[in-house]
């Protein structure tokens, strides 16, 4: 009889269904966005704009939708002096809005499910990398909001499926994506560049297809009967039009981007540039040349998504560009080739081998697969061009910070590149409520991000984990936080913190937390000047022991004025210096061997 293997795959991540915690979602949605809706009017709530950049199968989008569903009918409820609002035609109206969610949709309540669907027609918005992802979201979205006499299109213009890392902004047209691609540049004719005249051809695409999408939400307002068929037919329209608009500006966008990854494409920029606002001209030559395929596959496979281009309506608003508040629970990962993950596709069961078994078993499938080596150079190749795009490409001001002359950028983690999207996003004044593991508070490579959150946004949540009560599938020495912070320059110094702590429970607990202890910038000049790494405290008194263990001391590590520059080196590891111990197929050395008697 055969045996069965369980495994753990990549069908998680490949779906998007990774869960968190609802008492972290809950958390991290009641302080984002709790200040812009608490007391607020129905015009101010519908007028916000939520964003997950990483939305998966949506879990905070429904989140966000519930909160803003009960704020909203409250709002209407106090307008309207409990009365159906004229724009609520069908159905009966009720006035209980104090009621959570889960006891609204119990009693069928057709006000909150209205107020619910017009949080998502004009508030919620998601990008996933993953298609299968995207559609879950839409699905999720389309049965919370009990939209099931609309088609699930109805999400589609809210809910894009792109790479919310990589794109091209339009004040980066003229520039090049990778910093390898300068000299190709310099060296065309500076009459064919991006000049300012390409650029605004672009933007003015941007601004009238931001019309239409406009118009897509507020379908009522040019005079038809809310929910009906023509109205649905008309925000179709709106979004066929604005995508014939931007056509020729996303063709454009998505050749900048893809030239990190196929460097032919900028020698070839100035004329591009120049065919864009001529109708179909710049599609015609680009189709044309002979890197047209190997575009095409570097289009489909990293999915680039300009922000400006997909929801113009957000970020060409000149009274506050950008999002209002930002979600989600980021990927984790490191961007790095990974052979498990590459050669899983050949063998689920590749997981579970590691040393010089995973080295032998890599080495059968090269031989059952001709040319699989040779792919996998090529994936190695693309993994390294992204890591360039991502770190060198201009984008990104916070991950290779330096001090003195000492770079700090460590691993290329998607955790950082996602928190600092997620504050290049936010409007000014805009909250962002993320996820994220402990490295952001405490690795040297994340020096530039906490310099951001420190000088640039104002900390207004941080409640950091420990894993040890399985709180997520992953080790439990594992640690992480629930972090909201403030786009904008700070308005104090330094904000309140909880480390270490065990139950996501506690998080909606009204009773006092006496753990919660302060972390002043001013404090962290002084005990970590060079990285800002925060120090850990399980209590007000841990940190009251520590400054006076400090106190007038010189600091060992670090650099800086009041530092010993102490440098610290590791001996042979392992894995990263494996090839010092093995051979060429990643088996071990013995003594015989070594003696050549082996």
């Not at 709002?75 to 724009?87: F, I, L, W």
């Not at 916070?398 to 003195?404: A, E, L, R, T, V």
């Not at 959150?453 to 709180?471: C, G, K, M, T």
């Not at 007038?552 to 590590?557: A, E, F, P, Y």
Request: glycine content about 8%; aromatic content about 12%.
């Amino acid at each position: 009889p055969g045996q069965f293997f369980f495994m753990p795959g990549a069908g998680r991540k490949g779906s998007g269904s990774f869960y968190t915690p609802l008492p972290l979602v809950r958390d991290l949605v009641d302080h984002a966005m709790g200040p812009f809706v608490y007391g607020k009017t129905t015009a101010e709530i519908e007028s916000l704009r939520v964003l997950d950049p990483s939305c998966g199968s949506a879990h905070f989008l429904v989140e966000a939708m519930r909160f803003l569903g009960r704020e909203l009918h409250r709002a209407y409820v106090q307008e309207y002096k409990g009365k159906a609002p004229p724009a609520f035609t069908h159905g009966v109206w009720d006035s209980d809005w104090k009621v959570d969610d889960a006891v609204a949709r119990a009693a069928n309540s057709e006000a909150r499910a209205w107020c619910k669907r017009r949080v998502a027609e004009r508030c919620l918005f998601g990008v996933d990398y993953n298609p299968t992802a995207a559609s879950l979201a839409r699905v999720a979205l389309w049965i919370e909001s009990l939209a099931g006499d609309r088609p699930l299109s109805y999400f589609e213009h809210h809910v894009r499926c792109g790479n919310s890392l990589l794109g091209t902004w339009l004040e980066r047209l003229d520039k090049s994506p990778h910093p390898g691609l300068e000299d190709i540049l310099l060296a065309q004719d500076d009459l064919f560049r991006a000049s300012p005249v390409h650029i605004e051809e672009a933007r003015k695409a941007v601004r009238e297809a931001a019309k239409n999408r406009l118009l897509i939400d507020h379908g009522a307002e040019a005079g038809m009967e809310p929910d009906s068929i023509e109205e649905l037919e008309f925000k179709e329209g709106r979004k066929r039009e604005a995508d014939v608009l931007l056509a020729d500006a996303r063709l454009l966008f998505d050749l900048r981007s893809a030239a990190g990854f196929l460097p032919v494409i900028w020698g070839d920029w100035s004329t591009l540039c120049s065919l864009l606002g001529s109708a179909g001209k710049l599609g015609d030559h680009a189709a044309k040349q002979p890197w047209w395929a190997a575009f095409q596959t570097i289009q489909g496979r990293e999915r680039f998504f300009h922000w400006e281009l997909e929801f113009p309506e957000v970020f060409l608003d000149e009274k506050r560009p950008g999002f209002d508040v930002i979600l989600g629970n980021p990927p984790w990962e490191k961007i790095k080739p990974d052979r498990k993950e590459f050669y899983g596709a050949h063998d689920v069961l590749i997981r579970a081998f590691v040393g010089g078994d995973l080295d032998s078993r890599i080495d059968e499938l090269a031989r059952e697969h001709p040319g699989l080596d040779h792919e996998f150079e090529l994936y190695e190749q693309r993994i390294t061009a992204l890591v360039s795009c991502l770190k060198k490409g201009g984008d990104y001001r916070f991950q290779d910070w330096k001090i003195g002359e000492r770079a700090t950028g460590g691993d290329p983690d998607l955790f950082k590149f996602f928190t600092e999207r997620a504050w290049r996003l936010l409007r000014p004044g805009g909250r962002a409520g993320l996820v994220l593991p402990s490295a952001l508070y405490n690795n040297e490579g994340a020096t530039g991000l906490r310099r951001m959150i420190l000088d640039e946004s104002q900390v207004e949540r941080f409640y950091a984990f420990e894993n040890r009560q399985d709180i997520f599938p992953i080790h439990r020495s594992y640690r992480f936080i629930n972090l909201v912070f403030r786009k904008g320059k700070p308005d104090r110094d330094g904000f309140e913190a909880a480390f270490m702590r065990l139950n996501v429970e506690e998080l909606s607990s009204k009773e006092p937390k006496t753990w919660m202890v302060p972390v002043r910038r001013t404090e962290l000049e002084r005990l970590s000047p060079g990285t800002f790494a925060f120090l850990e405290f399980r209590s007000p008194r841990d940190r009251e022991i520590l400054l006076k263990m400090y106190e007038g001391r010189s600091l060992l590590k670090d650099s800086g004025p009041g530092t010993w520059n102490v440098e610290f080196y590791g001996e042979f590891h392992l894995s990263n210096d494996k090839d010092l111990w093995t051979d060429s197929h990643g088996k071990l050395y013995t003594a015989q061997k070594i003696i050549g008697k082996e």
